[in-house]
């Protein structure tokens, strides 16, 4: 098992992306704590990973609120004596032209994608520090952490940011022993991306299907999904790579959407 005696905390792990990394590190041999703003959600899931016999507990945690993420990461450091492995996973999307976003939207996107992931970086970080085992902490960016699309100028923003944080945590945490990368996925379908499809088909004039073949599958090179399963993995190879040599670092999971 990969990640034998090692323990992650997955921030939006009630669902979608953040479910499957939960299920693939608990079957690795993680111990693994799901915090979600969902409650019930994470308590779900975390019950799913103990029927399989590893061990896991769900949290509530707002990822935009410093105490809320303070009081979570201790509840997960008490439960697991510590944590190895922050997988900071959260968000949410809107959509809109520039003209048309508020003030208060443009906020909530940043809050939740950029300020989430400070907070609980920040949260985990003395804990890897202090743990002589050092860490990883793996942020959830986009393949919009690299170019841009039409009717998402804070999600394009915030995840271009995740690559900025990364690299500082990188530097940082190397002296400590703390590895820090961003995943780029492209489209995933879970319910974000089901939410968007029709928003952004009415916003552009033309109907679902056509936003999933010309917008979301155009540039890739089978006109496939990226699955949740794929995202698992990298975050698996990411957790478990070996030394700081793979730091700092943004790894693309596309179907050569972009390609670098």
Same mark, same amino acid.
């Given at each position: 098992?990969?990640?034998?005696?090692?323990?992650?905390?997955?921030?939006?792990?009630?669902?979608?992306?953040?479910?499957?990394?939960?299920?693939?590190?608990?079957?690795?041999?993680?111990?693994?704590?799901?915090?979600?703003?969902?409650?019930?959600?994470?308590?779900?899931?975390?019950?799913?990973?103990?029927?399989?016999?590893?061990?896991?507990?769900?949290?509530?945690?707002?990822?935009?609120?410093?105490?809320?993420?303070?009081?979570?990461?201790?509840?997960?450091?008490?439960?697991?004596?510590?944590?190895?492995?922050?997988?900071?996973?959260?968000?949410?999307?809107?959509?809109? %032209?520039? =003209?048309?976003?508020?003030?208060? =939207?443009?906020?909530?996107?940043?809050?939740?994608?950029?300020?989430?992931?400070?907070?609980?970086?920040?949260?985990?970080?003395?804990?890897?520090?202090?743990?002589?085992?050092?860490?990883?902490?793996?942020?959830?960016?986009?393949?919009?952490?690299?170019?841009?699309?039409?009717?998402?100028?804070?999600?394009?923003?915030?995840?271009?940011?995740?690559?900025?944080?990364?690299?500082?945590?990188?530097?940082?945490?190397?002296?400590?022993?703390?590895?820090?990368?961003?995943?780029?996925?492209?489209?995933?379908?879970?319910?974000?991306?089901?939410?968007?499809? %029709?928003?952004?088909?009415?916003?552009?004039?033309?109907?679902?299907?056509?936003?999933?073949?010309?917008?979301?599958?155009?540039?890739?090179?089978?006109?496939?999904?990226?699955?949740?399963?794929?995202?698992?993995?990298?975050?698996?190879?990411?957790?478990?790579? %070996?030394?700081?040599?793979?730091?700092?670092?943004?790894?693309?999971?596309?179907?050569?959407?972009?390609?670098?």
């Amino acid at each position: 098992m990969k990640l034998r005696n090692k323990s992650a905390l997955i921030t939006g792990g009630a669902s979608g992306i953040g479910k499957d990394i939960a299920l693939t590190f608990a079957r690795e041999g993680a111990r693994v704590a799901i915090a979600d703003l969902n409650k019930e959600a994470a308590e779900a899931t975390a019950a799913q990973i103990r029927d399989s016999g590893a061990q896991a507990v769900g949290i509530a945690m707002d990822v935009t609120d410093e105490k809320a993420v303070n009081d979570g990461v201790a509840a997960v450091v008490a439960a697991f004596s510590g944590i190895d492995v922050l997988i900071s996973n959260a968000g949410i999307q809107i959509i809109h %032209p520039i =003209e048309e976003f508020s003030y208060a =939207e443009w906020k909530k996107m940043l809050a939740i994608h950029l300020d989430g992931a400070f907070l609980t970086t920040r949260a985990c970080l003395p804990h890897m520090y202090g743990s002589g085992r050092g860490g990883c902490v793996i942020y959830m960016g986009s393949v919009h952490s690299k170019e841009a699309s039409l009717l998402k100028a804070p999600y394009v923003t915030a995840k271009h940011g995740l690559i900025g944080l990364a690299k500082v945590v990188a530097k940082e945490g190397a002296a400590h022993g703390v590895r820090a990368n961003v995943i780029c996925p492209g489209f995933v379908r879970t319910p974000l991306v089901e939410k968007h499809d %029709p928003r952004a088909g009415e916003t552009l004039g033309i109907s679902e299907q056509e936003v999933i073949r010309n917008v979301m599958l155009k540039e890739t090179v089978d006109g496939e999904f990226t699955t949740v399963e794929d995202i698992a993995e990298a975050a698996l190879f990411f957790a478990a790579f %070996p030394s700081n040599a793979l730091t700092g670092q943004s790894l693309v999971v596309s179907h050569g959407w972009f390609m670098q």
